[in-house]
């Protein structure tokens, strides 16, 4: 088999014949005018193209992406003589020219649907092709400080005393969101806002880092499992401790478990008893005795 597999020819080099046919010019006429792209271009994962050598003339270099370049040539240039000028076209005709390679890509398969899809947001918003600064992905700045160009609010909770790094370096935003557009969680009533991405079987992502909350747990708390982690942190920052949503345990505990009796969510609490009397201020910090707040295999009441 590997005889047979090294007899056969290497692939036919592109003719100018072939080339001319579609009005191709190949990548080498490009350089003449554009050397400031081309010098650095063997970088660019779109050079493949080129380096197989297997690709047919509309997948190769610069022509994969621009179309056909014998017009342009012929006028000495100029944007209109470009089938594929990126910067004169629409959002829609933008993705639909990347997605002609990278509709394979599982990370882009909802891309049509994304929120940024639908707010007319192109893939060159995000990514330069040709003089990207960054080492990954061709994007076209530092990622936090290019989602921050948009998400000015994100910005300052990323500055509160209690945040997750992603200033520092810790922790980008593409470790919890799929920027191209995520599918339907199990978590949040079946709803995935703000493009939120998954961990392992369809898992919030903060399981990916946070993996002793995992489980699987005989005894599980509810909300962490139908409305998320964010029924009680806020995943950005904030001004209270473990990024909570409020600075006291107790009056976060209480947004559901509000009285005693069947009658309310969870049987309740019992508020003004010697067990639970939360006008005394050791009774306010219920995961001092709750420690498996997340869920436990051994109490129904996460004591331990």
């Known amino acids: 088999m590997v005889a047979a597999a090294q007899s056969q020819p290497p692939p036919a080099p592109q003719t100018a014949a072939a080339l001319a046919a579609g009005g191709y010019v190949g990548s080498n006429v490009c350089k003449t005018c554009h050397a400031d792209v081309w ?17 047919p003339p509309e997948h190769t270099g610069c022509e994969g992406c621009h179309g056909p370049g014998e017009k342009h040539v012929a006028a000495g240039g100029g944007k209109d003589t470009i089938p594929r000028a990126f910067s004169l076209m629409e959002p829609r005709r933008v993705l639909d020219t990347c997605l002609g390679c990278h509709a394979r890509d599982f990370e882009k398969a909802n ?15 995000c990514h330069s092709i040709h003089h990207s600064p960054v080492a990954k992905f061709l994007l076209a700045k530092k990622q936090n400080e ?9 910005r300052a909770q990323f500055e509160m005393p209690s945040k997750h790094r992603v200033n520092e ?6 470790d919890c969101h799929n920027p191209h557009g995520s599918f339907a ?3 949040g009533m079946g709803q995935r ?16 880092c946070h993996v002793d909350k995992r489980g699987p747990f005989v005894y599980e708390h509810p909300s962490v499992r139908v409305e998320g982690c964010q029924a009680c ?4 920052g904030s001004m209270n401790a473990k990024l909570l949503t409020r600075p006291v345990v107790f009056t976060l505990c209480l ?14 609490v019992d508020i003004q008893t010697a067990r639970h009397n939360l006008l005394d201020p050791k009774f306010q910090r219920c995961t001092t005795c709750h420690v498996r707040i997340h869920g436990s295999s051994n109490d129904q009441y996460f004591l331990r």
């Open 185 to 187: 969680a199990t978590w």
């Open 255 to 268: 947004e559901c478990h509000n009285g005693g009796g069947t009658g309310t969510r969870n049987k309740g």
């Open 146 to 154: 290019l989602c921050y160009s948009c998400h000015a609010p994100i």
């Open 193 to 208: 806002g703000h493009m939120v991405d998954q961990a392992l079987t369809n898992e919030t992502p903060c399981l990916k």
């Open 111 to 125: 891309i049509r649907r994304s929120e940024h899809t639908l707010n007319d947001i192109a893939c060159t918003s």
């Open 39 to 55: 010098l650095n271009f063997y970088k660019n994962p779109h050079y493949k193209s080129i380096a197989s050598g297997k690709e």
């Open 233 to 236: 942190h806020r995943p950005h």
């Open 169 to 174: 370096g810790f922790v980008e935003c593409s």
